[in-house]
Each structure stands twice: as C-alpha cells, then as structure tokens.
C-alpha cells in the first residue's frame, strides 16, 4: 500500500484524538468512582453515627451499655444472648450484622420501615427516620461485615428460659 504523508498525519490525528477521547472517558469514569467511593464513604459514616445515638449498639451489641460504649467495634451489632423478659415473653436483640449480609438494601429499607418487632426494640421510633438514614444504617453495617452467631429465638410466655434475661415487671 502506498500511503501519502498527508494520509499518514490524518491517521496519526484519528488515532490521536480517539487515544484523547479514551483518556477523557476514563478520567471521568475514574472520577464518578471516587464519587461514589466517597458518598459511600459518607454514607458509612452517618450509620455509624445512627447506630451509637440510636441506642441500636445498646442492645445489639452484648457488653457495649454496660462497658459504657467501650467495646471493640468489631463486635458491634452482632445481638445478645441477654434476653429481654416481660408478660410478651423472652425477646434477644437480632444479629444485625448477619441480617444485613443476607438481605439487599431495597429489602432492608422495606423491612425496617415497616418493622413491628416486640419490645423492647423501639420499633416505633424507627417510623421517624429518613429513607436515607435507613440507607447508611444498611451501608455502615454491611461495612463491618457479616459477624458472630444468631441470637437465641424467641421464647412465648410463660416460659422463663435459663440463660441470662433482663426481667421487666409484669
Ligand atoms: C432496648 C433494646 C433495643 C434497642 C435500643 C434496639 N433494639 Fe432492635 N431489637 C431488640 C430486640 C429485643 C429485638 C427482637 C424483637 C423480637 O424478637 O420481636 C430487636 C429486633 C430488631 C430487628 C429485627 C426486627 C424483625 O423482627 O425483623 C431489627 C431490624 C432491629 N432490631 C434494628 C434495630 C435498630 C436499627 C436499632 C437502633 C436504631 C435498634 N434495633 C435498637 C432490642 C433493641
């Protein structure tokens, strides 16, 4: 083939330009990653922060109110084998952790908004929060990751069981 010194500049500049664009186009993706990266990063943040004002750790997270807060973050949220007695029967705090690794954020949101769970878990105060506070709840507690074991299931009155139980009056 006999290329002309013009074709070969006009092939170099294509070539040239559609390099550019790739950069460009790469760049943005790059950017609209680190976006995202920090919205999550953001959004882990704000759960965080729910969780410890929200009371959750305090019964979610075994040792944690009686440690006054001071107990390693990697065992937060993981439920309790201290279980919560009253004329209801005998409830334990879930394993949030191993709730959320099972579940999506869309399923979370809609459980959560609609939960109804006995006491004491203050499922009525849930009812005031935002989608989105829903959303970095999920987010935060998806970020520590799956962790511990299933909390005992519930125990239906009159039974009292064995194990430790915080007894409200009946
Ligand atoms: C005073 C103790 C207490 C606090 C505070 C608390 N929980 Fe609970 N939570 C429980 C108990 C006990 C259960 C199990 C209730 C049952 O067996 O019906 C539970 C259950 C749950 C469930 C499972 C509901 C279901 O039946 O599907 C979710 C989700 C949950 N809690 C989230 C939270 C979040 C998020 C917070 C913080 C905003 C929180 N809890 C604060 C005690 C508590």
Known sequence: MNLTGAAVMTMFRVSLSAIMAMLLLSLASCRTKEKTEAENQSSVTHGRYLAVIGGCNDCHSAGYAQAEGKTDENGWLTGDRLGWNGPWGTTYPMNLRLLVSRITEEQWVRTIKNVKARPPMPWYALREMSDTDFR?????????????VESPAFVPPPEVPAGPVVRYPR
């Open 136 to 148: 970095d709840l999920y987010r935060y507690i998806r970020y520590l990751g799956p962790a511990g």
